[in-house]
C-alpha cells in the first residue's frame, strides 16, 4: 500500500496508511430491523434548531508517553486559561484528515501524521451541538511554536493531566483517554 490511498467511500485523498475499518453503509428503510419500535424517520421542512458542527483534536504524542496541551489565550472568546489538544473546526467541504492536519501545523507549527483514533465525544455550546473527533497523531516536522490562539503549551504526562483545567465538555473525555491509554500500557 502507497502512503497515499484514495478512500473508496468519499474519493478524499488521504495522505497516511489506512486500514480497512469494516464499515457498511446501509440504505435507509421506513422501519429499522435493529429497533422495531422505533418510529421512521421523515424528511420535512428544514429545521431550525442548533446545527451540529464536526470538531477535530490531535493528540500529538511524543515517545515518553506524553501528549501537547495548549492554553487558550485572550484572543479566544471562549474559555480562555483552559488547556486543550491541539485542533478546532472544520470546515465546509473539508475531510477531518485534513482538517486535523491543517489544525495541528496552524496551532502548533507541527506537521503531524495521524497513527489512530483516539475516540469520540458530544457537548453543546450556545450556537450548535459540538461532535469532537480526536485522533492520536505524531510528530513528522516542524518547529514547535503557538498561534495567537494559544498562549502557553505544556508536553504532559499522561498520570498529570488531571492537574490542568480543561475546556468544558472535553476534560472529562481527555482524562477517561489518557487512563485508558495507560492502563493498556501497563497490561
Not at 429545521?47 to 501537547?68: F, M, N
Not at 465525544?121 to 505524531?138: D, P, Q, S, W
Request: one cysteine or more; proline letters at 4%.
Amino acid at each position: 500500500m502507497t502512503n497515499e490511498t484514495r478512500s473508496r467511500t468519499f474519493g478524499s485523498r488521504c495522505l497516511y496508511p489506512t486500514r480497512w475499518l469494516g464499515v457498511r453503509f446501509v440504505s435507509a428503510c421506513s422501519q429499522d430491523r435493529a429497533f422495531p419500535d422505533s418510529a421512521p424517520l421523515h424528511m420535512t421542512e428544514p429545521s431550525t434548531a442548533k446545527p451540529y458542527r464536526l470538531t477535530v483534536k490531535a493528540i500529538i504524542l511524543d515517545g515518553q508517553q506524553r501528549c501537547l496541551l495548549v492554553r487558550r489565550s485572550t484572543f479566544n472568546q471562549n474559555f480562555v486559561g483552559c488547556w486543550e489538544w491541539p485542533g478546532g473546526k472544520v470546515d465546509d467541504g473539508e475531510d477531518f484528515a485534513t482538517a486535523l492536519l491543517r489544525e495541528a501545523r496552524e496551532e502548533t507549527g507541527l506537521a503531524v501524521q495521524i497513527t489512530g483514533l483516539a475516540g469520540a465525544t458530544a457537548y453543546e455550546m450556545a450556537a450548535a451541538h459540538i461532535v469532537l473527533l480526536c485522533m492520536e497523531t505524531c510528530r513528522v516536522s516542524g518547529k514547535l511554536r503557538l498561534s495567537e490562539e494559544h498562549d502557553d503549551l505544556a508536553w504532559v504526562p499522561f498520570g498529570e493531566l488531571a492537574h490542568y483545567q480543561f475546556t468544558p465538555g472535553v476534560g472529562d473525555f481527555m482524562l477517561d483517554y489518557t487512563q485508558k491509554k495507560t492502563a493498556h500500557r501497563l497490561s
